[in-house]
C-alpha cells in the first residue's frame, strides 16, 4: 500500500530545483530527487511521468485556469474571463511565498534545452485549456484561439514584470495591467 | 575534406521521416537516418545538432521570416509586414511541391511527444525571430510581441486550412486571410 505522503509533489520539486542548481539536471537522477525529498521513487512516479514534469506540476495548471474561466461572471468577456484565470495562476501558483522558488527555477529551466522544451510544450497546453475553457463559454472558435494566446502573452509579461517588481503588487493586478497593455497594443498592430 | 551533398539536409530530412514512419521514432539512429540518405553521419551533424532536429531544418525557417520582416515596404504596419514573412513561408516552405512531405511531417510530430516538444521550442524561437526583426524596424517592444503572436497563430491557422483545402489558393494567400480573421477576432476579445 502506497503510503500518503503530505506536499510530495512540492517537496519533489524543491529537491530537484536543489539538486539541479547543485550538479546540474543531466547529472541528477529520479532517485536522487526522490531519496533527497525523503520519499521513494514510486511516490515520484504517482505524481510526475518523467524528470523533466518535476518542475511542471503536472495538469494542475490548466485546470486552474480552465475552472477560473469557466467561473468568470457570463457578462465577461473572453479577456475578462482570462484575467480571472491569471488572477487564480496569482492566488495559487505565482504567490509571494512561491516567488524565490519561482525565479530559482526559471533560471534553472532557461540554462536546460530540455526543460525549455517541456515548457514551450506546457505552455501550448495552457493555450489550449484557456482556449477550450473559452469555447465552452459560447465564445467563437478563432475568438478563443486569439483571446487564449494573448491571454498567455500576458501572462508571459506579467511573469516579467512581477519577478522585477519591489512593489507589492500581487501577480493578478500585475497580469491585469498587462492585459490591458497587451489588448491597447492590438490596436497598433 | 568534407564532400559537398547536394541536397543533404532535405535528403536527411525524407530519409527520417521514412524510418519514423516505418519503424518508429524511437527505434531510428541517426547512423539509420545518414545510411538511407546515402549519406555519412558526420554530414547529419553538419546539418543538425541532435535526431529531433531533422524534421526542423535548423534554423532556416527564423531567418527566412526574419529577413522578409526585414524588406517589407517602410510604410508596412507590423502585421502587413508579418504578412510579407507568412508570403515568403509559403514560397519557400509551404509550396505545392512540398505539401505531401509537410503533412506526413506533422502526423509524424503529433505522434511523438519529443518531437512535439521541439516544435513548441521551434515556434517559440520563430516569434522571437518575427518580434526581434519587427522591432528592428522601429515597433516598440510590446507591440513587437503581440504582432509576432498574431503571426504564430494566423500562421498556424493558416497551416490547417492549407492541409485542407483542395482549391489552387497557394500558402501565402491563405495566410493573408488568416492574418485578417485573427486581427478582426481581436476586437471581440
Redesign the interface.
Known amino acids: 500500500m502506497a503510503r500518503w505522503e503530505p506536499n510530495a509533489a512540492e517537496r519533489l520539486a524543491h529537491a530537484a530545483l536543489d539538486l539541479f542548481a547543485e550538479r546540474g539536471y543531466e547529472n541528477t537522477t529520479v532517485i536522487d530527487i526522490a531519496q533527497r525529498a525523503g520519499l521513494g521513487k514510486s511516490t515520484f512516479f504517482r505524481h510526475f511521468q518523467d524528470k523533466r514534469e518535476v518542475l511542471f506540476g503536472g495538469d494542475t495548471m490548466s485546470g486552474l485556469l480552465a475552472e477560473a474561466i469557466a467561473a468568470a461572471p457570463a457578462t465577461a468577456?473572453?479577456?475578462e474571463a482570462v484575467a480571472h484565470a491569471l488572477d487564480a495562476a496569482g492566488r495559487e501558483v505565482f504567490t509571494p511565498a512561491r516567488r524565490e522558488f519561482t525565479a530559482r527555477r526559471q533560471a534553472v529551466i532557461a540554462a536546460n534545452?530540455e526543460l525549455?522544451?517541456?515548457e514551450?510544450?506546457k505552455?501550448?497546453t495552457l493555450i489550449a485549456a484557456m482556449a477550450e475553457a473559452l469555447k465552452r463559454r459560447g465564445v467563437?472558435d478563432?475568438?478563443a484561439?486569439?483571446?487564449a494566446?494573448?491571454g498567455a502573452?500576458a501572462s508571459a509579461?506579467a511573469y516579467e514584470r512581477w519577478c522585477r517588481t519591489t512593489a507589492d503588487d500581487g501577480f493578478g493586478e500585475i497580469a491585469r495591467q498587462a492585459l490591458d497593455?497587451?489588448?491597447a497594443?492590438?490596436a497598433?498592430?
Chains 1, 2 share one sequence.
Open positions: 468577456t473572453p479577456l534545452p525549455r522544451e517541456r514551450a510544450l505552455n501550448l467563437p478563432l475568438t484561439r486569439v483571446a494566446e494573448l502573452l509579461i497593455d497587451v489588448q497594443s492590438t497598433a498592430c
